[in-house]
């Protein structure tokens, strides 16, 4: 990129910090894991433990795939199926520190990738919208 | 960017075309609509009618948002609404011809932009996947 100088080059200019992620955990039950994507309008969100370490990703799909019977649509498996159930749990990681290429890599085939701090800790997340915006500005100038 | 020349102007080698595209018409019931969008694993797609025009967009969340009744979710909404009910008619939409930087400025706020062809008929989506790959190519040149 021309401007490359002018790009920081770490993940943590663009990250949304953890406060403003939606999230559910674990031991939710998928009704009130649809529910939080519903309301919040995400696809697709973080599921964290009670310490606050990442555990996986929860989407729409995922709830429906579950309850999607051969005959019908089995929606009382919404009050019996919990998140860490149907969670996908191979999810890619980003540190704070990782440089913005290896972040780009990353987002090329996925729409957000969490961050975590050096601790282990869940940061907040990385999503395209936010390269995009950057990206734009540049071809603006 | 850098190599400004190298990155084809339009839109056109983005598309993804028209027979790709997961799509569904406005007088299908939601039932039929979540199918195709929980099989697909897309979380949105185009409406189009019989005269293969676009009509709107339909989401999963669009879905789930219509059938949320104040006690329970009211799946039973799901045979008797239709998608032209809940489907979402305000979409940016893209020429073929259009340039690049004009469809930059609109996938920053749309993960997909319907395009279309002279005639208006539907000819393919751009998507935030499309034009990211083309980024990352030009950060590991
Ligand atoms: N409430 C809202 N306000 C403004 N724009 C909204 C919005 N909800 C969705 N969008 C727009 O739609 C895109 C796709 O959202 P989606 O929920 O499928 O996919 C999202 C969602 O799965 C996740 N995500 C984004 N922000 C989040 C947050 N605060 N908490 C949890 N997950 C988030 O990252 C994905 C990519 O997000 P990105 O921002 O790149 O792209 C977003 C954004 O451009
Ligand atoms: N079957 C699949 N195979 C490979 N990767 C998949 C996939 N389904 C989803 N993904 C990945 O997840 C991203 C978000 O998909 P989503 O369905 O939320 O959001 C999608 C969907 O709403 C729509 N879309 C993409 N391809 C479509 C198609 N062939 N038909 C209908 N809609 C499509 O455009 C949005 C952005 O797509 P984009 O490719 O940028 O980004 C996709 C892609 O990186």
Redesign the pocket.
Known sequence: LKDKEAIPMTVKPFL?SAD????VQPENYLDHALLVLTK???????VLDTSYKLQGLI?ITMIMDAILGLERIEFERLETMKVEDVMNRNIPRLRLTDSLTKAIGLIVNH??VCVENDDGYFAG?F????I?KQLNKQLHK
């Open positions: 949304i403003k992620v939606a999230h919040t309008g995400y696809s697709a969100i973080p989407s729409p957000f997340i999503t395209r919208r936010e995009l």
